[in-house]
């Protein structure tokens, strides 16, 4: 019989290296009780800044990292895919793969940049470019300020190609009392564009 996950397009959730991995983690979480198979790569300043923000220190190999965010996120065996970098074979690398969405989160303007120019040096930037050529769901979570015009221009650009820009910027109309509090709110964003229901946040109005 087939797992529950596996019933539902898969969601690639790519980390760069901007701050902001408290969301990346929040977000894996809330996909893994969602119950969607989720995809994942992660960059090499990703893990740096993952030991920076966060308790949690990824391994340096997929398999090894895969294990980790399987048993961090409570997942179901299977449920997270981790790929390396230039794991040119994973479904991610080429349109006739699973189709899904993709939201890269947190987003380095480095990353946003790679992506604007299709330049597809590694396997996050690869998967990018298919998700805009097949027109697929992609979102971008950028983390940086003041923006540049580069960075500005980039986004502009991409946001005229479909893909989604959403800045790492958390209202205050909800009354957050923690840290968390302004995680889940971005979160819940994500998950709302995904068209993953969540409890993180009311629908405006509710």
Same mark, same amino acid.
């Given at each position: 019989?087939?797992?529950?996950?596996?019933?539902?397009?898969?969601?690639?959730?790519?980390?760069?290296?901007?701050?902001?991995? $408290?969301?990346?983690?929040? /977000?894996? =979480?809330? /996909?893994?009780?969602? !119950?969607? +198979?989720?995809?994942?790569?992660?960059? !090499?300043?990703?893990?740096?800044?993952? %030991?920076?923000?966060? #308790?949690? @220190?990824? +391994?340096?190999?997929?398999? @090894? *990292?895969?294990?980790? /965010?399987?048993?961090?996120?409570?997942?179901?065996?299977? #449920?997270? #895919?981790?790929?390396?970098?230039?794991?040119?074979? %994973?479904?991610?690398?080429?349109?006739?793969?699973? !189709?899904?969405? *993709?939201?890269?989160?947190?987003?380095?303007?480095?990353?946003?940049?790679? &992506?604007?120019?299709?330049?597809?040096?590694?396997?996050?930037?690869?998967?990018?470019?298919?998700?805009? @050529?097949? @027109?697929?769901?992609?979102?971008?979570?950028?983390?940086?300020? $003041?923006?540049?015009? &580069?960075?500005?221009?980039?986004?502009? !650009?991409?946001?005229?190609?479909?893909?989604?820009? *959403? $800045?790492?910027? $958390?209202?205050?109309?909800?009354?957050? =009392?923690? &840290?968390?509090?302004?995680?889940?709110?971005?979160?819940?964003?994500? /998950?709302?564009?995904?068209? &993953?229901? =969540?409890?993180?946040?009311?629908?405006?109005?509710?």
């Amino acid at each position: 019989m087939a797992l529950e996950y596996e019933q539902h397009a898969p969601i690639t959730v790519a980390i760069t290296g901007a701050s902001g991995a $408290p969301y990346a983690l929040r /977000l894996l =979480q809330c /996909l893994v009780a969602a !119950k969607r +198979p989720v995809y994942v790569m992660v960059s !090499k300043a990703a893990q740096v800044v993952f %030991a920076t923000e966060t #308790q949690v @220190k990824l +391994p340096g190999t997929p398999e @090894k *990292m895969q294990a980790h /965010l399987t048993q961090y996120c409570q997942a179901q065996e299977g #449920q997270i #895919q981790v790929f390396g970098r230039e794991q040119w074979f %994973a479904p991610v690398a080429s349109g006739s793969g699973r !189709k899904g969405a *993709m939201i890269v989160c947190p987003c380095s303007t480095g990353t946003l940049s790679a &992506i604007a120019t299709g330049a597809s040096n590694n396997l996050i930037e690869r998967a990018a470019d298919v998700a805009i @050529k097949e @027109k697929r769901t992609l979102i971008l979570v950028p983390r940086e300020t $003041p923006f540049s015009p &580069i960075h500005l221009e980039n986004m502009l !650009k991409l946001a005229n190609m479909g893909v989604t820009i *959403m $800045p790492a910027s $958390p209202g205050f109309y909800h009354n957050p =009392q923690s &840290i968390d509090d302004l995680v889940d709110f971005m979160v819940a964003r994500m /998950l709302n564009h995904l068209g &993953i229901d =969540q409890n993180l946040m009311p629908m405006w109005g509710e």
